[in-house]
């Protein structure tokens, strides 16, 4: 140690070169040659920040996607497809006092097509047989009620419900709501329904009020709930619902099965 310090006396000398000058410039250069590193750190901070928020910013999007998304829509169909909707056909059943050729009375005592007042049971039907003969003007048209035969438990028989898909059309089933060629059927026939309720709370809501205590409610939300994988209609086929979902049948049929046309109460 010794033989190091005098070593140093004798390299420095009575004028030490480790000057006042000589000490800021070893100094400057230290730090000029700390900067670079410093630059590349604060980059490699920033790119990995730049990363974590938009990693969060995507997951963001995606979520809000995700919860802003129609859960009644059909699995696969574009948001922006514009809703069907059937603006000349209403809920309200005209009535009539007097009958003309070809016309007739039907008299349908059923709650196939009950929207909660006796719909289309409450007085006989009048009703059009030669509405869809062949080659005629009129064609079958979504929301016309129409008379046709199906089969059930006890044989054939006919039967009313409503025009709710046409020939060639693609019809989906999706929690309740009807979708044709993937747009949401938007009218008051175009979802699952029950004596005037479209949904399970509605219903539980007319249920306690107007049921007896030995009914029931089982059933229910598997009609408001109602799923129907997709299916499409021959050129020559229609899709037919009764409005009352629980108790009105779905069936599909030939044009050419259709019976006669539904024109309202026939009321003496």
């Known amino acids: 140690m010794n033989k190091f310090k005098r070593d140093l006396d004798e390299f420095v000398g009575e004028s030490p070169r480790f000057k006042e000058p000589l000490k800021r410039k070893i100094l400057s250069d230290m730090k000029k040659g700390q900067r670079p590193a410093n630059r590349f750190a604060d980059m490699k901070y920033a790119a990995v920040l730049l990363l974590l928020l938009t990693v969060a910013t995507a997951f963001l999007v995606l979520n809000m996607s995700g919860n802003n998304a129609d859960p009644s829509g059909p699995a696969g169909s574009p948001d922006e497809l514009p809703a069907l909707t059937d603006l000349d056909t209403v809920a309200e059943i005209e009535s009539f006092t007097e009958i003309t050729e070809p016309q007739e009375v039907f008299d349908f005592r059923y709650d196939a097509m009950d929207r909660g007042n006796h719909d289309y049971s409450e007085y006989p039907l009048l009703i059009n047989p030669q509405a869809y003969p062949a080659n005629a003007a009129k064609e ?7 008379v046709y035969e199906a089969e059930f438990f006890s044989g054939k028989s006919r039967t ?20 044709i060629n993937a747009q949401k059927l938007d009218t008051f026939y175009g979802r699952a329904h029950r004596v005037g309720t479209s949904s399970t709370e509605e219903y539980l809501e007319w249920f306690d009020a107007n049921s007896s205590p030995e009914s029931t409610t089982t059933g229910m939300e598997e009609i408001f709930q109602m799923d129907l994988a997709k299916f499409t209609l021959a050129d020559d086929e229609i899709y037919v619902v009764g409005d009352d979902w629980f108790r009105g049948s779905q069936h599909i049929i030939k044009v050419d099965d259709i019976k006669a046309e539904v024109l309202g109460y026939y009321v003496e």
């Open 140 to 146: 079958a048209t979504r929301g016309d009620v129409i």
């Open 160 to 179: 009313v419900g409503r025009i709710v898909a046409l020939p060639g059309e693609e019809v989906e089933v999706v929690d309740g709501q009807i979708f």
